[in-house]
Each structure stands twice: as structure tokens, then as C-alpha cells.
Nanobody, 115 residues
Framework: QVQLVESGGGLVQTGGSLRLSCAAS????????MDWYRQAPGKTRESLAT???????YYADSVKGRFTISRGMAKNTVYLQMNSLKPEDTAVYYC?????????WGQGTQVTVSS
């Protein structure tokens, strides 16, 4: 089992930055990938960025060049640095970990970008 806790969301103006954190606990040594997703009201959940066990990273076109996924020194924390934020980035942001093909989700953190 893996438990995930996100933090770092909040209200920011257009063009601003936020850094989200996702702290994992449990059987973290068996995690293969960790991801960030977001879900805006009335929309489906969208994959944003992935980091693999080997620290390879992948991004959705919608955030490439603005968002950066990284891992902390302790390896149990994943970050999402978000720059040049736009009102359309407003959503609940979720962290996901995949272990043996099973996804585990955090509770989400709200990000609101004001125009």
C-alpha cells in the first residue's frame, strides 16, 4: 500500500508560480512511476507529468516548458514546479503512484489562478 499527501496549492495571479509537493509513505520502494494529474470542474482528469523510477520525465503538451516534475533527495517526495500559470490551469491537482500496476491517489490540492 502507498499513501500520498499533496500540498502547496493555493491562489495565485496569472503569470505566477507554485510548487506542489507529494509525500509518499508505505511500500515506496515498489513504486514504478509517480505522476501529477489535474481535474477542472466539468472536465476529465488530465495527466500532466510523469517521473519514472530512473528519473525519466514526461510531460503533456499543455504544460511542457512551464511545469517541471522532480524528486526530492529522500526519493519519497515528488514536486511539481508550475511557472507562468494561466487561469486555465485552475483545477484540483492530484498525485498518483503506480505500484505493480495498481494506481494510488492522493486527496488532491486546489490551485486557482486569477486573471
Amino acid at each position: 500500500q502507498v499513501q500520498l499527501v499533496e500540498s502547496g496549492g493555493g491562489l495565485v495571479q496569472t503569470g505566477g508560480s507554485l510548487r506542489l509537493s507529494c509525500a509518499a509513505s508505505g511500500t515506496i520502494s515498489s513504486i514504478s512511476t509517480m505522476d501529477w494529474y489535474r481535474q477542472a470542474p466539468g472536465k476529465t482528469r488530465e495527466s500532466l507529468a510523469t517521473i519514472t523510477r530512473d528519473d525519466n520525465t514526461y510531460y503533456a503538451d499543455s504544460v511542457k516548458g512551464r511545469f517541471t516534475i522532480s524528486r526530492g533527495m529522500a526519493k519519497n517526495t515528488v514536486y511539481l514546479q508550475m511557472n507562468s500559470l494561466k487561469p486555465e490551469d485552475t483545477a484540483v491537482y492530484y498525485c498518483r503512484a503506480v505500484m505493480w500496476g495498481t494506481p494510488f491517489w492522493g486527496q488532491g490540492t486546489q490551485v486557482t489562478v486569477s486573471s
